[in-house]
Nanobody, 123 residues
Framework: QVELVESGGGLVQPGGSLSLSCAAP????????MGWYRQAPGKQRELVAV???????NYTDSVKGRFTVSRGNAKNTVSLQMNTLKPEDTAVYYC?????????????????WGRGTQVTVSS
C-alpha cells in the first residue's frame, strides 16, 4: 500500500495564499498522475487539479487562474499553490496519485489517497 503524506493547509484570510505539498516517500514506482481533490461539508469530493506525467494539467473551472499544480523535482511529489483564496475554497484537500500499468495492451489504473488536510478561508 502506498502512503501519501500531505503538508500545508491551515487558516487564511480571503485573498490570501496557501501552499500544499504531498509526497509518497515509500513508493518504488512513479505515478502516472498526481493531484488534489477537495471535499467541503455536505458536498461531494471534487477534482481540484491534476498533473499527468507528460506535464499536462487539468483544473476545475472555479480555480483556474488562481491555483497552480506542479510535480516536484523529487520523485513522486506534487504541490498546489493556491492564490486569491475565497471562502468557497474552504474544504478538506486530499492528495491523489494514480499508478498506471499496461500489460498486453490493457491499461490498469490504481488510485491512492492521502488522509486530507484542512484549508479554511475566513476573515
Amino acid at each position: 500500500q502506498v502512503e501519501l503524506v500531505e503538508s500545508g493547509g491551515g487558516l487564511v484570510q480571503p485573498g490570501g495564499s496557501l501552499s500544499l505539498s504531498c509526497a509518497a516517500p515509500g513508493s518504488i514506482f512513479s505515478f502516472y498522475a498526481m493531484g488534489w481533490y477537495r471535499q467541503a461539508p455536505g458536498k461531494q469530493r471534487e477534482l481540484v487539479a491534476v498533473i499527468i506525467s507528460d506535464g499536462s494539467t487539468n483544473y476545475t473551472d472555479s480555480v483556474k487562474g488562481r491555483f497552480t499544480v506542479s510535480r516536484g523535482n523529487a520523485k513522486n511529489t506534487v504541490s498546489l499553490q493556491m492564490n486569491t483564496l475565497k471562502p468557497e475554497d474552504t474544504a478538506v484537500y486530499y492528495c491523489y496519485a494514480q499508478r498506471r500499468t499496461i500489460t498486453l495492451g490493457i491499461i490498469n489504473d490504481y488510485d491512492f489517497w492521502g488522509r486530507g488536510t484542512q484549508v479554511t478561508v475566513s476573515s
